[in-house]
C-alpha cells in the first residue's frame, strides 16, 4: 500500500536524493502558534473514536489554508510542533523580495484566521487564533542517519528560525510580530508598526506592494524515500488520528552543544536507544520550548511498560553521550495521528500530556528529570522518585503533583 501521508518537505527529498546532508542559506521564516486544539481535544476526547476522526478533519480543516499561503509565496512548513509549526522561505538573491513573501503568507493567514474565528463540529463551536513571528537571517540544514543507515532524520536551525521564534513570544493573538532584521527589510510596506522593546508589531501594510501568491503546483504521489524517515507503521497508518494514553517525554538539548555533538554522538545514540526501548520522535525540534527532543511512547506501537521504557531510554542517553540533560515526563491521554495539511503533515501525540511534560521541562534544574503524579506512580516500582510538591504551570487551572 502506497503512503499518502507527505511528512518530509521536498527540499530534503532533493538534498538526500543529491548525496547532501549539510547546508546553509539565507531566507525568511514564519512561526505561527495556534490557540484553540486544545480545548477542542479535550472535549473530543470524550467522544472516543469518532471524536478522534472529528478532531483529524478539523485540524485538516484549520491547518490546509494557512501552509497554501506558506506554499503560495514560495516557502515551505519544516514541520509541526503540536498546534504551531515553523516554515521558511530560501532567499536566492532578493532577500527583501523574499521577506516580503514571508509577510505576505503570514499577513493572508492573519486574514483568513480573522474571518473565520470558529471552527464548527458536531460537538460544538471552537475559537482558533493564531499568532505569528517573522525573522530573517542564515538557515542551516542538516539530514542525519542511524549508525546502520536504517533511519534517517533532519533538522534545521538558525538566525532566521531564532528571529522568528522570540518575535512570536511578543505577539499575541492575530498579530504578526518582526524581528529587528526583517522590520529593516520590510520597512518600505510597513505603514504603521508599534515598537515591542526589540520587536515590531506590524499593523498596518501596503498590501499592494507585497508578492502576490503564486499558483500551488499538484500535489504528486508521495516520495517512497519517506521509508527512510518514518517507520511503515508510521507511513501507511490507515487511520488519521485516535485517542490513546501516551508517554510524553520532552528532553532539553542544551542551547551550547555543537552540530558535531548533536549528530555525534547524541542523535546516533537515540537511534540507538530507540531500537532497544522504542519509543517515537520526529526531529530535533527549534520551536516556542527551545531546542528538545519530543519523544513518545504508546503510539504506534504501545507496551504494558512504557513508562519504564522512556525513563531508562533518558537515563542510558545522559549517560552514554555523557550530556547533562533535563526532561519532563507525563503520562495522559492523548490524539495520536497526523496534524497538518494535505500538503504537509506530521505524525504526533497532542494533548495536555505533552504541554505538561513541556512545562515541568521547562522548571526543571539541568540534570533533572521531572514528572507527573501518574508517570511517577507507574515508575515507583523500578526507580527512585523523590517527591516535589505542587507547582502552578502556565495553562493549567490546578496545581500539578510534581516527582523527580
Not at 245 to 257: C, S
Not at 310 to 327: K, Q, Y
Amino acid at each position: 500500500m502506497q503512503s499518502t501521508h507527505r511528512l518530509v518537505p521536498e527540499f530534503i527529498y532533493q538534498k538526500y536524493r543529491a548525496g547532501e546532508v549539510f547546508g546553509t542559506f539565507q531566507g525568511a521564516a514564519m512561526f505561527a502558534d495556534l490557540s484553540g486544539f486544545s480545548t477542542m481535544t479535550d472535549v473530543l476526547s470524550a467522544y472516543g473514536a469518532h471524536g478522534a476522526e472529528v478532531l483529524a478533519d478539523m485540524m485538516r480543516v484549520v491547518f490546509e489554508p494557512l501552509v497554501n499561503s506558506v506554499e503560495a509565496q514560495g516557502g515551505f512548513v519544516i514541520g509541526y510542533a503540536g498546534d504551531a509549526f515553523n516554515a521558511v522561505f530560501p532567499a536566492e538573491k532578493d532577500e527583501i523580495g523574499t521577506m516580503q513573501c514571508c509577510l505576505a503568507a503570514a499577513w493572508e493567514m492573519q486574514s483568513y484566521a480573522k474571518s473565520r474565528p470558529l471552527v464548527s463540529t458536531p460537538y460544538g463551536d471552537f475559537h482558533i487564533r493564531v499568532k505569528i513571528g517573522i525573522g530573517f537571517g542564515s538557515t542551516t540544514w542538516q539530514i542525519f542517519k542511524s549508525i546502520n543507515g536504517r533511519h534517517a532524520s533532519y533538522w534545521f536551525r538558525g538566525q532566521s528560525l531564532n528571529g522568528a521564534v522570540e518575535a512570536e513570544e511578543s505577539a499575541q493573538a492575530g498579530q504578526v510580530v518582526a524581528d529587528p532584521i526583517s522590520y529593516r527589510l520590510l520597512q518600505d510596506v510597513i505603514s504603521v508598526v508599534t515598537p515591542l522593546g526589540n520587536h515590531f508589531l506590524i499593523e498596518e501594510i501596503r498590501e499592494a506592494e507585497l508578492p502576490a501568491p503564486q499558483p500551488i503546483p499538484p500535489l504528486q504521489p508521495v516520495d517512497e524515500l519517506v521509508e527512510a524517515f518514518f517507520v511503515e507503521a508510521v507511513t501507511r497508518l490507515p487511520i488519521a488520528g485516535e485517542f490513546r494514553q501516551v508517554v510524553n517525554l520532552f528532553i532539553d538539548i542544551p542551547a551550547g552543544i555543537s552540530d558535531a555533538a548533536l549528530i555525534k554522538p547524541f542523535m546516533e545514540t537515540v537511534y540507538l536507544l530507540q531500537e532497544q526501548y522504542g519509543g517515537f520522535f520526529l526531529r530535533p525540534d527549534l520551536g516556542d520550548k527551545g531546542f528538545n527532543l519530543l519523544m513518545f511512547w504508546g503510539a504506534p506501537i504501545a507496551h504494558e511498560n512504557d513508562v519504564d521504557r522512556a525513563l531508562n531510554f533518558l537515563i542510558e542517553l545522559s549517560t552514554r553521550t555523557g550530556i547533562t540533560l533535563r526532561a519532563g515526563i507525563s503520562y495522559q491521554l492523548a490524539y495520536t495521528g497526523f496534524i497538518g495539511s494535505s500538503r504537509r503533515e506530521d505524525y504526533t501525540a497532542y494533548g495536555w500530556g505533552v504541554t505538561l511534560a513541556a512545562r515541568m521541562m521547562a522548571r526543571a534544574a539541568m540534570g533533572e528529570y521531572w514528572m507527573g503524579e501518574e508517570t511517577a506512580r507507574r515508575a515507583a516500582k523500578h526507580f527512585n522518585i523523590r517527591p516535589l510538591g505542587e507547582y502552578t504551570f502556565k495553562g493549567f487551572k490546578q496545581k500539578q503533583r510534581v516527582f523527580a
